[in-house]
């Protein structure tokens, strides 16, 4: 048996967001729009924070060098604060950015009155800080091995216990005040997919020492070039963002293809002044049914919904009349994401690549019902993942069939085989006799509980004894980076659209950052 870890029902989740029908107004800085996260937030340094939640905010406070057009299918790389894409020589070695002028970071304490704008050396600088060891950057594997003398850098702050932002490598240059040029160790054309993504966001440095904490992340206070700025932040509670007064504006003006949804949204916003939004308020509600009734009582405008409410919302695929009558309209689609669960390979009891450990992990995989879960924890909201790699994102297999299938009698022989004996009490121990506990850690709310349910349920039908330890999204992440858990149920949604953003969650390197199994297997590295 090869070793397996992403072998227990991997699912592809439906995205649907609610939202109240708001007029197409033109730019009014009293305009409010309230939203809704189901888990809270762990901070906003585009270098340190991971999460889905926190980088939503990221993605309006900072700006990267490209992004995404808006509406392309597939996926489409356009300029940000860069004057055009980048150019590419040597190969696909050397990329050459020109950085528009006339951009500045919004006003801060930091900057001692004087206006402060983008220049190449700051994106030097904020690439430079996902690979600082004292950040312990979950996002260093975007170019850790990649950019040329960077590694060789990293290397020199472990052993002086600083690192030098200050030294020249000649993979990071600004040729001119505006011009970055980027040097890669291999060829990799992939390159503006990490430009896109918001950890390469740029950061001010004078920002950051100003307010780094000992970790040398500055969580809170966010200070970028984007449409907004963080006005109010309460811990897992409240984020207000505004409208940045010194933000340059943009057009709307983006093209549609054949979908009429993408038509509808041309229609109404084509010409517009961005941004549109004078004021965005974010509240954290880790409830399922809380956030629905926020939502129907009026104080939410819009809100992705999770699975579990689907039949609060949807008559099948569609709205019910009772929200749709009130102006709620539905956007329903299939994220790039996968939703898996996964053992710690550290873990003395499920860990290891030995032959019984595999066979225990497999067991576990056969005896879980991925049926059950679309169906009841996420209402028909979901579709099995027969590949690790979703819809979407280049390297999908959509002809391949996983061999792991929900088949506890094969389940209990494996066990049986590798010698996990039942005892008089009907729990299975270990090989060498020591009891066999399982923990698995969820969160508090509905979801969690539900899973747990679920899983309680697979160990039941093998005879394996369960554990629940409940923490909130936020301890779990940090626990999961620490290899502290033994088992979890997480998700993923593309940071790019290409495989290799969903392969590296195994890769040995990525340990402490997104290898969330804590996995080491060489010949998948």
């Not at 305009?31 to 340094?45: C, L, S, Y």
């Not at 004057?83 to 528009?100: H, M, S, V």
Request: with cysteine; aromatic share 8%; glycine share 6%.
């Amino acid at each position: 048996m090869r070793p397996s870890l992403l072998e227990a029902g991997m699912l592809s989740v439906f995205a649907c967001v609610l939202l109240l029908a708001l007029p197409a107004l033109a730019a009014d800085p009293g305009k409010v729009i309230r939203h809704v996260f189901p888990a809270a937030e762990t901070g906003f340094d585009p270098a340190g924070a991971q999460d889905l939640y926190s980088a939503t905010i990221e993605q309006v406070i900072f700006e990267t060098l490209l992004t995404y057009d808006y509406l392309a299918r597939p996926a489409k790389v356009v300029p940000l604060v860069a004057e055009a894409l980048p150019q590419i020589t040597d190969n696909g070695r050397t990329y050459t950015i020109k950085i528009r002028r006339g951009i500045h970071f919004t006003s801060d304490p930091a900057f001692k009155g004087q206006k402060r704008e983008l220049v190449a050396e700051d994106f030097i600088y904020s690439l430079k800080r996902l690979m600082d060891p004292r950040l312990r950057s979950p996002w260093a594997w975007l170019v850790e091995g990649k950019i040329v003398g960077l590694d060789e850098l990293a290397e020199a702050a472990k052993k002086s216990g600083k690192f030098n932002y200050d030294a020249k490598i000649s993979g990071l240059e600004a040729i001119d005040r505006y011009t970055l040029r980027i040097r890669l160790k291999e060829t990799d054309y992939n390159l503006p997919y990490v430009l896109a993504h918001e950890p390469t966001s740029a950061v001010a440095r004078e920002v950051i020492e100003k307010y780094a904490d000992e970790s040398g992340r500055a969580m809170s206070n966010p200070v970028g070039t984007g449409p907004y700025v963080l006005k109010e932040w309460v811990r897992s509670s409240k984020i207000i963002l505004e409208a940045n007064p010194e933000f340059r504006g943009f057009v709307w003006d983006f093209r549609p293809g054949s979908d009429a949804e993408d038509k509808r949204i041309v229609a109404e916003m084509k010409g517009k002044k961005m941004p549109q939004v004078g004021r965005i308020e974010v509240s954290i509600i880790e409830e399922d049914q809380a956030r629905l009734l926020a939502f129907e009582k009026g104080q939410l405008d819009i809100m992705n919904m999770e699975a579990p409410l689907a039949p609060n919302a949807l008559d099948g695929a569609t709205l019910k009349p009772s929200l749709a009558s009130r102006g709620v309209k539905l956007s329903r689609f299939v994220d790039p994401e996968i939703t898996y669960h996964y053992w710690n390979m550290r873990d003395p009891v499920v860990g290891g690549l030995g032959k019984e450990k595999i066979a225990l992990r497999r067991a576990m995989a056969m005896a879980f019902n991925v049926d059950d879960e679309i169906r009841i924890v996420r209402n028909g909201q979901a579709v099995e993942a027969q590949f690790p790699i979703p819809p979407g994102v280049v390297g999908h297999d959509a002809n391949y069939r996983t061999i792991v299938k929900f088949d506890p009698a094969s389940a209990n022989a494996l066990l049986d085989r590798f010698g996990y004996k039942t005892g008089a009490d009907g729990y299975r121990g270990l090989p060498d006799g020591r009891p066999l506990v399982i923990r698995y850690t969820s969160r508090p709310e509905t979801l969690g509980r539900q899973q747990d349910e679920l899983w309680a349920k697979a160990f039941a039908l093998i005879g394996i004894r369960m554990e629940v330890q409940k923490m909130r999204f936020p301890d779990q992440l940090k626990a999961e980076k620490e290899c502290k858990l033994m088992m979890r149920t997480a998700s993923w949604i593309a940071d790019y659209p290409d495989a290799d953003n969903f392969m590296q969650l195994l890769y040995s390197k990525n340990i402490h950052q997104t290898n969330a199994a804590c996995a080491t297997i060489p010949e998948y590295d």
